[in-house]
């Protein structure tokens, strides 16, 4: 055990000197989180709205105020036509149009929508945006309640992918890295012919950056909370709890991917295949996995961080208990099993 611990001892030191991996294993994470948090958002802001009505009464002005002093639309002006409108839209001086018909106020909800469709589904935000800011959710036509995130606020579906990110390639990649640096070096002999057995030094290097990736986790979680304001609606120790399980994971791929690979840049060609890639684009990261081809959903089911993902947003936003997310452990500890029992088992002790 003492040898053990001074394996462990040696490789946090030496991750610690190495200035540029402590700058990846905590700069990466704060950027991230400040760049999806605030910069990169799906939130409506600042919509360039224009007004078609004919004419100005009651309810209709009513409407129109609603609209001015909203935080999610700018009146850029009122026209009297919706072929004006449709004009301001299709040269880019308005991103779209509400068109109040002459019986507006009498069958209230008597309204048209014209809006720019380049992007289907920020179209869609804004009708659902401006229907609610018009009607004031009052309306007998719309009566709709947000659960979970009535804010609508972006960072909500941002964080828990964020953290499903991170974590796999801090643990996954820098593991990988680090184990086939020592192949390169010409020191992975030495450690395999020391008096600790070869498994012991591969645990070894690898539970540093599980303790680092704890940390990690830590700073996500308090980022998110204070910085971003996303609730941490369930338990604190089941979010943590399966976050560990997920770290594992990661790891366990990472020792797979040090088997397979000889060099470093062997080692972040196949990280960057096998995990970048697939985390942004089949996790539901970014897109929704039931509106992907059968095909890809097919493909997401191999993807860890979908299943992370998916209970990290029940487990902090939703604030379900465990047993909503018995689906997904299940499988994460299933894959966390295979990949940790195949590593090992292609895990050659004698160095070609």
Same mark, same amino acid.
């Given at each position: 055990m003492k040898q053990f611990l001074s394996f462990v001892i040696k490789e946090a030191r030496h991750i610690l000197r190495d200035k540029r991996t402590m700058l990846i294993l905590f700069g990466m994470p704060t950027v991230l989180m400040l760049l999806f948090g605030f910069a990169i958002s799906t939130d409506v802001?600042?919509?360039?709205?224009?007004?078609?009505?004919?004419?100005m009464d009651h309810l209709t002005q009513q409407a129109v105020e609603r609209l001015g002093t909203s935080e999610y639309f700018n009146l850029v002006k009122s026209v009297g036509t919706p072929r004006e409108a449709e004009l301001l839209i299709r040269n880019q001086k308005a991103d779209m149009a509400v068109v109040f018909h002459k019986d507006f106020a009498s069958k209230q909800g008597n309204l048209q929508f014209m809006v720019d469709g380049a992007d289907p589904n920020m179209a869609q935000q804004w009708m659902a945006y401006a229907t609610q800011t018009i009607t004031g959710g009052q309306s007998a036509l719309v009566n709709s309640k947000m659960l979970y995130n009535p804010q609508m606020k972006s960072a909500y579906n941002f964080v828990p992918a964020i953290m499903g990110m991170l974590l796999m390639l801090v643990c996954a990649m820098m593991t990988s890295i680090s184990i086939v640096r020592e192949k390169?070096?010409?020191t992975m002999e030495l450690l395999l012919v020391s008096p600790v057995r070869p498994l012991m030094v591969i645990i070894a290097k690898a539970v540093p950056y599980l303790v680092l990736a704890f940390f990690i986790l830590l700073v996500i /979680? @308090?980022?998110?909370?204070? $910085? %971003?304001?996303?609730p941490l609606a369930g338990s604190l120790v089941w979010i943590i709890g399966v976050s560990v399980l997920?770290?594992?994971?990661?790891?366990?791929?990472?020792?797979l991917i040090s088997n397979i690979a000889q060099t470093q840049l062997?080692? /972040? @060609?196949?990280?960057?295949? $096998? %995990?970048?890639?697939?985390v942004v684009m089949l996790s539901g990261m970014l897109f929704p996995v039931e509106s992907m081809p059968n095909v890809l959903q097919w493909v997401s089911a191999i993807v860890p961080p979908r299943y992370y993902i998916e209970a990290m947003r029940k487990l902090m936003i939703m604030g379900v208990g465990i047993g909503e997310v018995a689906r997904e452990v299940t499988i994460?500890?299933?894959?966390?099993?295979?990949?940790?029992?195949?590593a090992l088992a292609t895990f050659n002790k004698r160095l070609e």
């Open positions: 802001r600042n919509v360039r709205m224009v007004v078609v009505t004919s004419q390169e070096r010409g /979680l @308090l980022m998110a909370n204070y $910085v %971003l304001g996303v997920y770290i594992l994971l990661a790891l366990s791929l990472g020792l062997v080692a /972040l @060609l196949l990280s960057a295949m $096998v %995990l970048l890639m697939p994460l500890a299933i894959m966390t099993a295979i990949l940790l029992t195949v």
